[in-house]
């Protein structure tokens, strides 16, 4: 069975400065990997995914994640935190093969300060 | 803009009473998921449906809790008898491919207090 492990509850980071998310996965064979943001009283929007091909993805509002491999991370990343990037981050894993069903992390809640 | 629709967006009902939430996803989407998330237990996966078939539905109690698809624009979750346990917000999410490598799209959810 896939899973997903975000080792930080909170991040704090000042805004202006970069962000770094962690997640690393647990998945047969190789993974589809997600990243989604939700806002408060509000569902979860989709960020960015890594499928194939480039290690290093782009997604909106300027994030980007890293695949790698050997370490099995996903990584997401932002050079420059604004305020507004203040929310709960999931990162979620599927498997290639059979019928994926995606799978979430616990979440990382991303505080900005002014 | 094509969005997900859940109702109700809030409910309060008391231990033992039936609960049903209903889900209309985006209109072509052919994937619908049920998610649960809770402060204890974040976002657990309840049901899946392909095409309006259920998939997986391993982790959804069994006795109290049932999923359908009566067609292809409305999924509904029951929930018979209620118990305060059940008390969370419960997301409906739709997606399009036959690989599932596309996103999902989730609904605003709906937030169910048992008392």
């Known amino acids: 069975a896939q899973s997903v492990a975000q080792p930080e509850d909170q991040v704090n980071v000042a805004e202006g400065n970069p962000l770094t998310v962690k997640c690393t996965y647990s998945?047969?064979?190789?993974?589809?990997l997600f990243w989604y943001v939700q806002y408060p009283n509000r569902g979860l929007q989709f960020l960015l995914k890594y499928i194939t091909g480039d290690n290093l993805v782009k997604g909106s509002y300027g994030f980007e994640a890293e695949f790698n491999k050997s370490q099995t991370s996903f990584h997401l990343k932002k050079p420059s935190a604004l305020v507004s990037d203040s929310a709960l981050y999931f990162c979620?894993?599927?498997?290639?093969?059979?019928?994926?069903?995606?799978?979430f992390g616990t979440g990382t809640r991303l505080l900005v300060s002014p | 803009d094509a969005r997900v629709t859940q109702t109700p967006r809030h409910k309060v009902t008391e231990m033992g009473q039936e609960v049903t939430m209903r889900c209309q996803p985006i209109?072509?989407?052919?994937?619908v998921f049920w998610y649960r998330q809770t402060m204890m237990q974040g976002l657990e996966l309840l049901a899946y449906f392909r095409n309006r078939a259920p998939l997986d539905d391993s982790g959804m109690p069994k006795d109290r809790f049932s999923a359908e698809m009566p067609d292809a624009t409305l999924a509904t979750l029951k929930i018979q008898p209620s118990e305060p346990r059940d008390s969370a917000v419960y997301f409906c999410?739709?997606?399009?491919?036959?690989?599932?490598?596309?996103?999902?799209?989730f609904g605003e959810g709906s937030r169910l207090t048992v008392l």
């Open positions: 998945v047969s064979g190789n993974p589809y």
């Open positions: 979620a894993v599927s498997r290639r093969t059979g019928f994926q069903k995606l799978v």
């Open positions: 999410a739709s997606g399009f491919g036959t690989s599932d490598t596309g996103e999902l799209f």
């Open positions: 209109l072509g989407h052919n994937t």
